[in-house]
Nanobody, 121 residues
């Protein structure tokens, strides 16, 4: 059984930083892509960043977070991270991680329970 457990959310002021973590348990598929998504109240879920772990480690980011957020994965700990710098009020949302054999199928994969990020101005 695959489990994803997020942590690291919280409340910060505009311009601050947070690092989200997503620990993965029980993932045994040969292919591996992970990503972070977020959903603000009244808005649709948005893809934030992805990383193709077992391929070339290539990453992709939403335009809204480029240059401010960094996605990474620690193979030894099997943990996904999202370093978020220069946070803005519009980054306020529930952040969730997802895992799937292929990046194109992330939304159909395994999900964590989410961690709340609140940025005040």
């Amino acid at each position: 059984q695959v489990q994803l457990v997020e942590s690291g959310g919280g409340s910060v002021q505009s311009g601050g930083s947070l690092r989200l973590s997503c620990a993965v348990f029980g993932y045994t598929y040969s292919s591996y892509c992970m990503g972070w998504f977020r959903q603000a109240p009244g808005k649709e879920r948005e893809g934030v960043a992805t990383i193709d772990i077992d391929s070339d480690g290539s990453t992709s980011y939403a335009d809204s977070v480029k240059g401010r957020f960094t996605i990474s994965h620690d193979n030894a700990k099997n943990t996904l991270y999202l370093q978020m710098n220069n946070l803005k009020p519009e980054d306020t949302a529930m952040y969730s991680c997802a895992a799937h054999p292929y990046c194109s199928g992330l939304t159909l994969g395994f999900w964590g329970q989410g961690t709340q990020v609140t940025v005040s101005s």
